[in-house]
């Protein structure tokens, strides 16, 4: 890879043409490795909203496809820095170094690993780029971390790669590369925490089991989509102490960033208390968790927190008489509610030509229903197929509360 002047602007000045266009005119760019500058080009596009700040450094290289996708976004990379502590950091996987980068912010010393050559290379060169008075010279590690010796550092992290040998995802920790399940006990000596991002994925229950010294996880969503669960462990004894003297608590912290602001929940991460089921069907007020606490699963600590009731056991959708204007995520007045029958099928278009359709436990998939009723996609109307406590299968008809 040689990155000049010339190839940055050639970039640049093409960064809005069609990529295959490019390709069947490269030989009228004399001088200029299209195809290279092809692949910036799509990795520039696929990045600008998830990297803003690195999208406007023009001399930043990219990585390649399956970098790209798999780097967390600034917003979850910056998150990750607000909840690890310390002076020194190891990244043992550092892709394209976002996570790296972020991380490493206000740190005394930085170690990126990566086991790919032309990796290693884009980070050198970008780290030189970033560089400012905030971060710590990069000490960039080519080589298979298994293979080096693990530094004595205060946090390591850790992004295992989610595709097998033939491309396809996986997402059990087992599959992932490196097998985080059997490399914990090297890192945990190492370290004073270790964080590990996992695939939105992954089965939080198995996560619990098969990690040592789990202290949090966070589950990270950005605009209601599950993008990131991060596990952060340490070998300091269960009953630990904080500086201030209070005993530390295992949590669930639950974070999606929305357009409108931040839904952050703290939960115990503790077995789940039971969840309370609604003791008189469907009433004014039906509440949607956010998309990350339907991935903690904490329905019963929901429940208990909110003074809400769910519809049935596996219908996760609250209820309530009395409005909870601070319950975390979407909130609907229940306008009317109906037995759901095929004759009810045959007239409820005449009544509501245009809805958001959603199910939840129900008999039929939302894209079903939209079918089976002939109602349009849209408008101000939410209906809800749902089975509830006792009740069986209904439809309810709700109009957004807008808080």
């Given at each position: 890879m040689e990155w000049t002047p010339e190839l940055r602007d050639f970039i640049q000045k093409h960064i809005?043409?069609?990529?295959?266009?490019?390709?069947?005119?490269?030989?009228?760019?004399?001088?200029?490795?299209?195809?290279?500058?092809?692949?910036?080009?799509?990795?520039?596009?696929?990045?600008?909203?998830?990297?803003?700040?690195?999208?406007?450094?023009?001399?930043?290289?990219?990585?390649?496809?399956?970098?790209?996708?798999?780097?967390?976004?600034?917003?979850?990379?910056?998150y990750k820095r607000s909840i690890v502590e310390g002076e020194s950091l190891c990244d043992m996987t550092g892709g394209m170094g976002v996570d790296f980068w972020y991380m490493s912010e206000g740190m005394e010393r930085a170690i990126y690993t990566e086991r790919s050559d032309s990796l290693c290379e884009v980070a050198r060169h970008n780290?030189?780029?970033?560089?400012?008075?905030?971060?710590?010279?990069?000490?960039?590690?080519?080589?298979?971390?298994?293979?080096?010796?693990?530094?004595?550092?205060?946090?390591?992290?850790?992004?295992?790669?989610?595709?097998?040998?033939?491309?396809?995802?996986?997402?059990?920790?087992?599959?992932?590369?490196?097998?985080?399940?059997?490399?914990?006990?090297?890192?945990?000596?190492?370290?004073?925490?270790?964080?590990?991002?996992?695939?939105?994925?992954?089965?939080?229950?198995?996560?619990?089991?098969?990690?040592?010294?789990?202290?949090?996880?966070?589950?990270?969503?950005?605009?209601?989509?599950?993008?990131?669960?991060?596990?952060?462990?340490?070998?300091?004894?269960?009953?630990?102490?904080?500086?201030?003297?209070?005993k530390v608590m295992k949590t669930f912290h639950c974070v999606d960033f929305l357009s409108s602001g931040k839904i952050e929940c703290v939960f115990p991460l503790v077995e789940e208390t039971a969840v309370p089921l609604t003791d008189n069907g469907v009433k004014r007020y039906l509440y949607e968790p956010d998309v990350t606490l339907m991935k903690a699963g904490v329905f019963g600590s929901l429940c208990a927190r909110y003074a809400v009731q769910q519809l049935a056991a596996d219908t996760h959708l609250m209820t309530s008489d009395v409005l909870v204007t601070d319950f975390p995520g979407r909130i609907f007045e229940v306008t009317e509610k109906m037995p759901f029958s095929s004759k009810l099928i045959k007239r409820i278009k005449r009544q509501c030509p245009q809805a958001n359709i959603a199910t939840r436990n129900f008999l039929l998939t939302a894209d079903e229903l939209r079918k089976r009723t002939g109602i349009r996609d849209g408008g101000d109307v939410y209906m809800f197929g749902v089975k509830v406590r006792d009740e069986g299968e209904q439809l309810l008809l709700c109009r957004k509360q807008c808080l």
């Open positions: 809005d043409d069609d990529t295959s266009d490019l390709l069947l005119a490269a030989r009228k760019y004399q001088g200029v490795d299209v195809p290279f500058a092809v692949e910036q080009i799509e990795a520039r596009k696929r990045l600008k909203g998830k990297l803003p700040e690195w999208y406007a450094l023009s001399d930043l290289i990219m990585g390649g496809r399956v970098p790209a996708e798999q780097c967390s976004s600034e917003l979850t990379a910056r780290f030189q780029v970033l560089k400012d008075d905030k971060h710590p010279e990069a000490e960039v590690r080519c080589g298979d971390g298994r293979m080096l010796p693990v530094p004595l550092v205060d946090v390591i992290y850790l992004d295992p790669a989610r595709r097998a040998g033939d491309g396809s995802r996986v997402y059990a920790m087992e599959d992932c590369e490196p097998n985080v399940v059997e490399w914990q006990d090297a890192l945990l000596q190492h370290a004073r925490t270790v964080l590990v991002k996992l695939s939105p994925m992954v089965d939080i229950t198995d996560v619990l089991r098969k990690l040592k010294g789990v202290r949090e996880v966070h589950i990270v969503g950005v605009k209601n989509e599950c993008k990131e669960v991060l596990v952060k462990q340490s070998l300091s004894p269960a009953d630990s102490c904080d500086e201030a003297g209070s």
